[in-house]
């Protein structure tokens, strides 16, 4: 597994909103013995098209992250569960009979969320550290049922102190645009969220979709709560504060 | 049918309210009994595959099973009916009771006489009509609409039963579960017997022997199809199986799936009508197979949403849901998969909005007895509503600029910049409390994160560029 070639694809919102998180995952996979390429030509996935329904764009822009891809070699990784499952999945059916399809079909099969890397790939041990505070864990939807991805996060929290989080795989109202487009549900479905994970006595609210993170942490400042949120990245990195 | 106002509108208006604050005690109860009885039954899983394979054969062949069903129930003695509409059905079925000289109609649960609103059709012409599912009952007498599927009055608390039952029915205000069921049975069980004519739905009809299946849990299916003299049910045309086995399997996971219960309490099947020596059951039964759009959806790409088999399940583990409701959605069908059936039924104006009322977290898919790819057909309808141009401008015209920009990686290092730029004034030690134009809905309820004066793009290329 040594000196292992991956590319880093950090996806749009950790690119513009979030680059520590990218600079985490980036550590996390250099620490885990990987050679690490960024292909520098990455922009967005598409997806924020694709759910609202204006396929052509997301088409336009899917077709332009496969052509960055393809060019490339080796595991793609991803940190974010939401992200991966748009390649994953969603591309195959965007280009389905047209001349991308094998492209599509080659991209899909390399791409891997971040957890699901260190784990299933890697055999990666736990790595996770938060010393001195308590850690809920928040399943993202895309990852946990798009991708089927829960045990791996488990795994790599197993040396931090987890406390239990009431509706852990329940959605936090997130959703891509209609945390916009129908922002008083989004927020009652978040309320309800924040609610949880304050009760749970937790310091630091953990995830792997910095997408739902930047809402719930959003949310949590909006509030003036104590609560930190992290990305699983920052915390196998050991930036935990 | 259409409502004027949007989706959002009735939405944000029900947020926090009574009626919502009720949703979400009620749902609770369904969604862990659901999961208690499906981790403790070991071939749910396999039951759900076999389920779906069922449902999608009969979709497959509903032309064949329903002319092999109407031939069982002719030889039967019973006559079947076919609606290509709303206006036709109801016409059919007040066509019977007419006949018939039909003047109180009792029924038990059938979303389909909502859909097609029977109720006020014959109220009209002067018949008196009767709901005898309890929460049916309920929400008739306070002249309000089911808000789910199966329980129509998940938004309403007991406390509100307890007044509206002492100010209908003039009886002492009680709170008391039992008590307030003796008053709606004692109620009812007259009218029954009174009753000429029964109506009900139908859970599941089954080719092979022309029966109908109804599931309850009150006994109201039972007195509705067998004490008045004429029995008329109601089938949305998918409504169908082959063979008793495949009735079987769907019966395994649709009580499971609806109330977490093993099996409803009755299971009433209908052969056609009263028999020579039978001690009782109608003179005459009739079943009225509706179309009213669903040969449109059957036709397009989410017809598999007729393989549904009405338990609920996906409305209970919905987020959107269980903070707002189903009267939300402004319809007969609420939930996920209302907002599929409601546009394939009633069109996309002014339904289109319904597919967007969804975090695409997948919950329903996860819980759907027949594994009903529910997320995947959103998708569709959003793309059809975009398609159509129903988005709003900002939407199309930001889209559109989004994906310029993304497709050419100067372009999105220069917008990365430019809003960095123009949200520093904004921005307090990173984060922005307040935001101008289609944004500011986020930020009305939560901060955002201020674009990165950095991007990490920008920094591989000074840290780690070639």
């Given at each position: 597994?040594?000196?292992?070639r991956?590319q ?6 950790v690119?513009a909103?979030?680059?520590q998180v990218?600079r ?19 922009t ?18 899917a077709?332009?992250?496969?052509d ?14 939401s992200?991966?499952e ?10 389905e ?5 094998d492209?599509?079909e ?12 260190l784990?299933d ?10 010393a ?9 939807c ?8 829960q ?6 929290l197993e ?12 959605c936090?109202?997130?959703g ?8 008083a549900?989004?927020?009652?479905i978040?309320?309800e ?7 749970s ?6 995830g ?10 959003g ?23 | ?7 959002v ?6 947020l ?11 749902i ?8 208690r009885?499906?981790e403790e ?23 064949r ?22 206006d036709?059905?109801?016409?059919i079925?007040?066509e ?21 609103e ?9 018949m008196e009509?009767?709901?005898?599912d ?30 509206l ?10 709170d008391?579960p ?9 109620h009812l069980r ?6 000429d ?12 022997t022309g029966?109908?299946?109804l ?5 109201n299916g039972r ?5 008045p ?11 169908i199986?082959?063979?008793?086995q ?11 799936s609806?109330?977490g ?5 009755y299971?009433?099947v209908?052969?056609?009508?009263r ?9 005459e ?8 759009g669903r ?8 017809a ?6 009405r ?5 209970n583990?919905?987020p ?7 009267h ?9 998969i209302?907002s599929?059936?409601t546009?394939?039924?009633h069109g ?38 975009a ?33 960095s730029?123009?949200s520093?004034?904004l ?13 500011r809905?986020?930020?009305q ?6 674009p ?11 840290n780690?560029?070639?």
């Amino acid at each position: 597994m040594e000196g292992q070639r991956v590319q880093l694809l950090v996806t749009c919102l950790v690119d513009a909103l979030a680059p520590q998180v990218g600079r985490a995952t980036l550590a996390v996979l250099e620490r885990s013995g990987c050679q690490v390429d960024f292909p520098e030509g990455q922009t967005c996935c598409g997806q924020p098209a694709f759910n609202v329904g204006l396929t052509d764009q997301a088409r336009e822009m899917a077709a332009h992250t496969l052509d960055v891809l393809d060019e490339t070699e080796g595991p793609i990784v991803v940190p974010s569960g939401s992200c991966s499952e748009m390649i994953v999945h969603h591309y195959l059916e965007l280009f389905e009979g047209t001349d991308r399809a094998d492209q599509a079909e080659r991209v899909a099969a390399r791409t891997r969320e971040l957890t699901q890397f260190l784990i299933d790939d890697l055999g990666a041990a736990p790595s996770a550290s938060c010393a001195g505070c308590s850690v809920a864990y928040h399943y993202s939807c895309h990852g946990l049922r798009g991708l089927g991805l829960q045990a791996q996060a488990d795994r790599l929290l197993e040396d931090v102190e987890r406390v239990e989080l009431d509706g852990d795989k329940e959605c936090c109202g997130f959703g891509g645009l209609f945390s916009v487009e129908m922002p008083a549900i989004s927020a009652a479905i978040m309320d309800e969220k924040l609610d949880r994970v304050e009760a749970s006595g937790a310091d630091v609210l953990v995830g792997g979709d910095v997408s739902c993170l930047m809402h719930l942490e959003g949310g949590l400042r909006r509030r003036g709560s104590k609560v930190v949120v992290r990305h699983i990245a920052e915390l196998l990195a050991g930036d935990e504060k | 049918m259409s409502q004027p106002v949007s989706f959002v509108t009735r939405a944000d208006a029900l947020l926090g309210s009574r009626e919502a604050a009720a949703v979400v005690k009620g749902i609770r109860h369904f969604t862990e009994a659901r999961d208690r009885v499906a981790e403790e039954f070991p071939i749910m899983e396999e039951l759900r595959d076999r389920a779906r394979t069922i449902r999608l054969h009969s979709l497959r062949h509903l032309d064949r099973l329903l002319g092999h069903f109407a031939d069982q129930v002719t030889a039967l003695g019973g006559t079947v009916h076919f609606a290509a509409d709303a206006d036709e059905a109801n016409r059919i079925v007040a066509e019977i009771l007419q006949r018939s000289g039909s003047r109180l109609v009792v029924k038990s649960k059938s979303m389909v006489s909502e859909e097609i609103e029977l109720n006020s059709h014959l109220e009209g012409l002067g018949m008196e009509v009767v709901e005898t599912d309890l929460g049916e009952f309920i929400v008739q007498l306070a002249g309000d609409t089911p808000s789910h599927i199966i329980a129509p009055v998940l938004h309403l608390t007991r406390q509100d039963v307890a007044a509206l039952f002492s100010e209908k029915l003039g009886v002492e205000y009680t709170d008391d579960p039992t008590e307030l069921n003796e008053i709606a049975r004692a109620h009812l069980r007259e009218i029954f017997l009174r009753a000429d004519a029964g109506i009900s739905g139908v859970n599941m009809a089954i080719a092979e022997t022309g029966s109908v299946v109804l599931v309850t849990n009150e006994g109201n299916g039972r007195l509705t199809t067998t004490a008045p003299r004429v029995h008329i049910a109601l089938m949305g045309m998918e409504r169908i199986v082959s063979r008793w086995q495949d009735a079987a399997v769907v019966l395994e996971v649709l009580a499971r799936s609806a109330t977490g219960q093993r099996l409803s309490v009755y299971t009433n099947v209908i052969t056609g009508p009263r028999r020579d020596g039978d001690p009782d059951g109608p003179e005459e039964t009739h079943v009225v197979v509706i179309d009213n759009g669903r040969s449109e959806i059957l036709s397009g790409p989410t017809a598999e949403i007729l393989a549904c088999i009405r338990c609920g399940a996906c409305l209970n583990v919905c987020p959107i849901f269980r903070t707002v409701g189903g009267h939300a959605y402004g319809t007969v069908y609420s939930g996920p998969i209302g907002s599929i059936v409601t546009p394939g039924l009633h069109g996309m104006d002014p339904w289109w909005e319904l597919p967007y009322a969804s975090t695409m977290c997948g919950a329903c898919e996860e819980v759907c007895p027949i594994r009903i790819q529910i997320p995947s057909m959103l998708l569709h309808l959003r793309e059809r509503a975009a398609s159509e141009g129903r988005l709003p401008g900002w939407l199309n015209r930001g889209m559109s600029r989004y994906a310029q920009t993304t497709t050419d990686p100067q372009k999105w290092r220069r917008a990365k910049k430019w809003a960095s730029r123009l949200s520093a004034p904004l921005a307090s030690r990173g984060w922005l409390r307040r935001i101008p134009g289609p944004g500011r809905g986020w930020t009305q309820y939560r901060d955002l994160p201020r674009p990165a004066s950095e991007s990490f793009n920008e920094w591989w290329r000074t840290n780690r560029g070639s």
